[in-house]
């Protein structure tokens, strides 16, 4: 049975992102091994995030944007980015990226296996996969286990779910320069329902049919959705050279808490996914640097994560989603009415100082968060 250092269970973004940055600083030298089934070669996924100032990722990044739109029933408006940039990647660039990297450390190792169990034994941590079994000092978990968050009440548990379509059209129909980051104009049936635009040209685009809710709709729904939506555009003809579709789960669940001595949840599985949005591309960014520096200075991973006032902030908003949850639309168009999307970025990446998150709060529908604070003071 072959021993490593450290393993990580699934390559996925915070693995990768955690595992390039251990390349590159060069402080870890000892054996390192990722287990995945998927060869890590496909353009299966885009991410996007917002960004005031440079990354490590800027030379992979497939387009920027310096301004967007926000729309509902009401209204449209144009999105004040101040110093900000919504950035996009593409998920190949960034696998081929990481993956270069890691080619250049002899100490890597990169296994094409499905992780079925894995146990912290006290001394080490036993991993098995389909075919074969390792174990190492320390592993990192990039697995996500919808039991747990699943088997309890005590916190909500919605999906970020979407269907989306890259298309060209045979006629200029979008804004290359303005995304439409949320379009709350479609009807909502009861849920909160947006249309997620990211323009290429004037004639390409991802079209995507969003939904912040607990149930996954059936395929067909999210398609008929886009192409109304399309026909509304008046976009005439349009081709459509490739698809996404995703789930993301937005809850609160404390998913550190089952962190071991030796094993760490990341990613998803450890509760980096931004519960009140479903963004994950810049939690994971984050995180993956503060997990790096936290391995070089200390050996116990339960004390890896603390919750913060974030964290109650997100639990207040999916607390609302999860009674009521028609009323997307009015928060969102609450938040950002005045086009000023920088404060609110600001917040969302939880960088705010506490007299700006109340600027911030204090545009939402005061009744209601107001009435989930009192259901969910416990938890402060």
Known sequence: MKHYHYIFAGAGLASLM??????????????????????????????????????????????????????????????????????????????????????????????????????????????????????????????YDPVLPKSQNKYPVLQQHFIGWHIKTGQPV????????????????????????????????????TLFSKDLLPEKEYEYAIQEYLENLNTGSYEIVGTERGSIPMTCYPFWKNNTKNIVNIGTAGGWTKASTGYTFKNADKLSEHLVIFLT????FTAFYKKNRYWFYDLLLLDILNRKNEKGALIFSSMFKKGDASSIFKFLDEESSFTEDIGVISKCPKGLFISAFFRNITNL
């Open 174 to 209: 979008f804004d290359s320069e303005k995304p439409v980051f949320m379009d709350f104009s479609i009807p909502q049936k009861g849920n909160t329902r947006f249309m997620y635009v990211l323009p290429f040209s004037e004639t390409e685009a991802i079209v995507e049919y």
């Open 18 to 143: 955690t595992v390039y940055r251990m390349a590159v600083m060069g402080n870890f030298s000892n054996s390192i091994l990722i287990i995945d089934p998927d060869t890590k070669t496909n353009n299966d996924r885009t991410w996007c995030y917002w960004q005031d100032g440079n990354t490590i990722w800027d030379a992979i990044t497939f387009r920027k944007w310096k301004s967007a739109i926000f729309a509902d029933e009401n209204k449209t408006v144009d999105l004040d980015f101040g110093n900000y940039e919504y950035n996009m990647i593409r998920g190949i660039d960034f696998y081929s990226f990481v993956l270069a990297e890691l080619k250049k450390h002899s100490n890597i190792e990169f296994v094409q296996q499905k992780v079925i169990d894995f146990a912290d034994t006290g001394l080490n941590v036993l991993v098995k996969t389909e075919t074969e079994s390792y174990t190492c000092n320390k592993l990192l978990n990039n697995i």
């Open 297 to 300: 200075r200390q050996d116990d």
